[in-house]
């Protein structure tokens, strides 16, 4: 555990007009390391505020996307709207922005013209299937590129059916190499001078992340696949259920002395893990009726004593209260507007910095503020207000 919070991105400057869960974690990947992340909204909000809890014009899904943002809200809608939206993109060193494809020229600012008001400035595009191609104009989401990269028919159920993995898991991988690519086209910004317009699709990242999945199943000509060891899985005890897997023969034969049954290291159908995948469901049927008998926390002191890799499976709520988590200090109580206190979790290795614990804001919640900045007199902000260009609610 480390108190030092890695700060690269100080100094900074990133025009988030991303909406959803993808774009705006990709933008809080570098306001978490110290960047100062505008949120660009228009009337309505970000649609993410909908999603999930929703609380106060704040929801669960949205506000761990949005942490230590500041916001303003425009109608990009009217030509006065898109100049100020131009005039915030002069200082911008990072825009990044989820439109579908052509949206963003329609606004002015497709990277031509981007560039044009600022050399050297990366724009992230994020969209479902990429900016070009047959499936480009298509509108995407993460559970219909759960469907369309194979996720759901890698996940199926008991009877076959492909099933949706129960997190938004694209939309937050999506985010995930977003923001490692806005992190690397940074560095090369700093040390050439030159921008980039960067492309991530989520079907992009929904089959980079799934990379090892798809290669084992090309491999099998599409045929279901075996686990890649056995035993391994999710297992009852009388007190809950446990998760356990052998990686070698030499941990095998640690959990048959542990569970009281070496006589199954010595069984020719359990000889080495190809013999053990083959007679997987016996093995597991076997060592479930044994790890049945017994008590979790029980079980998992002996096999940790061994060397088997075991562990419990906890709720989410068991995770918040687990010793470990709170000695790595891994959920930071925030408290969140409309929706109480919630534990954020920080970036791994990044820390976690007075600005980042900032609670995401308020739908235009520093709209003035951000117009001053961008050199609008107060007359000038207040008329953009009263007709409706702009909009503000103050956080506090």
Known sequence: MSDAA?????????????????????????????????????PEGD????????????STMAAPANWGKRAICLDARSEEGRGVLHRLAVSADVVVESFRPGVMARLGLDYPRLSAL?????????????????YAKRP???????????????????????????????????????????????????????GRHLEISLLEAAAAFQMTALLQNLMRDGQAGTPTTAPSGFFPTRTGMMALTCLRNTMFEKLCDAVGRPEWAADPRFADNRDRIAHAETLHAELAAVLAEGD???????????????????????????????????????????????????????????DRLRPDPDLGGHTREILAEAGYTAAEVSTLIGAGTCLERPTD
């Open 47 to 58: 649609w993410g505020r909908l999603m999930g809890e929703t609380r106060g014009g704040h």
């Open 6 to 42: 890695l700060q690269p991105y100080r100094g900074i400057r990133v025009l988030d007009l991303a909406q959803g869960l993808a774009g705006p974690y990709a933008a809080g990947m570098l306001a978490a390391m110290g960047a100062d992340v505008i949120k660009v909204e228009p």
């Open 140 to 194: 995407g989401s993460d559970t219909i590129l759960q469907g369309a990269s194979g996720m759901a028919a890698m996940n199926r159920d008991a009877d076959g059916a492909p099933r949706r993995v129960g997190m938004l898991a694209v939309d937050m991988v999506t985010g995930l190499y977003a923001g490692y690519a806005m992190g690397a086209a940074l560095f090369e910004q700093r040390a050439t001078g030159a």
């Open 118 to 134: 600022r050399p050297g400035v990366i724009l992230a595009s994020i969209s479902g299937y990429g900016q070009d191609g047959p």
């Open 296 to 354: 979790r926390a029980d079980w998992i002191e002996r096999f940790n004593a061994a060397g088997v890799l075991c562990g419990p499976v906890n709720e989410y709520a068991d995770l918040v209260d687990d010793p470990q988590a709170r000695h790595l200090g891994l959920f930071t109580e925030v408290e969140a507007p409309g929706l109480g206190p919630l534990p954020l979790v920080g970036l791994p290795g990044a820390g976690l910095t007075p």
